[in-house]
């Protein structure tokens, strides 16, 4: 096996399988958080594209989905690199059929990125409203946005809270938003395209230490350098998860936690698939 957990089984085949039960069992809540964010990118595409969603706009309105569908075939790509599939069939063409599928991940992945600099983008246009009462718009197709994805209908209690604000419109929408939740929407805006910015800087870093390591050219400098560089970038991520649970948005930070915890898999994978196989460099 590349890695040496499989080393732990040997001497304690229990806690060996609870580690493994564990960590996919974070593999698996991953998969169902998928299925919620799908459900939320339909709601919000559905006020966001009110007279369907132009071919050219398709991945940007699911960026969500399609982003955490690729990271989710990527996570899995990554644990067969470093774990699952032994060093000798990584040299062969498992290696290219792994390579290929990978590519096909960072596609999407960077396409979702794009996704959420027009989410952004579309976050930061919104405009002044004209319209002098939220209340004259109960009943019709206007929804009010609480916050970045979020859209509900218009009734009394929040055309009132709305009136109450400074009242925003996106553009080429029927979607208006008070002052405070549109700064709270922009806000998030930028937090998923710095964690999607991260993510990736973070994975470039573990594509290099695979790479190196099946090269048999991994030393302790250049872990050194590699763990200097994702530590901040990890910190980033946790900041990150930390602001959406301060800011009422659960699912995202219950998403982000598990991220980091299946990378800290990955990273354990790949210290252990190095003392496997270190030389005493």
């Not at 290696?95 to 991940?105: F, G, L, P, V």
């Not at 250049?222 to 699912?251: D, M, Q, R």
Request: glycine share 6%; net charge negative; proline share 3%.
């Amino acid at each position: 096996m590349t890695t040496g957990t499989s080393g732990v089984a040997g001497n304690r085949p229990a806690a060996y399988i609870l580690y493994q039960l564990f960590k996919y069992g974070i593999y698996a809540l991953l998969a169902y958080n998928l299925f919620l964010f799908f459900e939320k990118d339909l709601a919000a595409s559905a006020e966001l594209f009110r007279n369907g969603i132009p071919l050219a706009d398709l991945i940007p309105a699911y960026a969500i989905t399609v982003d955490i569908a690729a990271w989710l075939v990527l996570l899995l790509l990554f644990e067969a690199e470093t774990y699952i599939v032994s060093d000798e069939t990584l040299k062969g063409p498992a290696r290219w059929t792994i390579r290929a599928a990978s590519t096909i991940c960072y596609a999407f992945i960077l396409h979702a990125w794009y996704g959420y600099l027009v989410q952004l983008e579309r976050m930061l246009g919104a405009t002044p409203s004209n319209i002098a009462d939220a209340c004259a718009l109960i009943g019709t197709d206007y929804t009010y946005l609480l916050s970045l994805g979020d859209y509900l209908p218009i009734d009394s209690a929040s055309c009132a809270a709305l009136n109450a604000d400074s009242l925003f419109q996106i553009p080429n929408s029927l979607i208006v938003a008070g002052a405070s939740s549109m700064q709270l929407a922009q806000k998030l805006a930028w937090i998923d395209v710095i964690n999607a910015t991260t993510w990736l800087l973070i994975v470039a870093i573990l594509e290099f230490e695979i790479y190196v390591q099946l090269m048999g050219r991994l030393r302790k400098n250049a872990l050194k350098i590699c763990s200097f560089l994702k530590i901040p970038l990890y910190g980033v991520l946790l900041f990150n998860a930390i602001y959406w649970g301060i800011n009422g948005e659960f699912l995202d930070f219950w998403d982000a936690f598990l991220w980091l915890l299946a990378f800290m898999f990955i990273e354990a994978n790949i210290f252990e698939w190095r003392l496997e196989t270190s030389d005493g460099d």
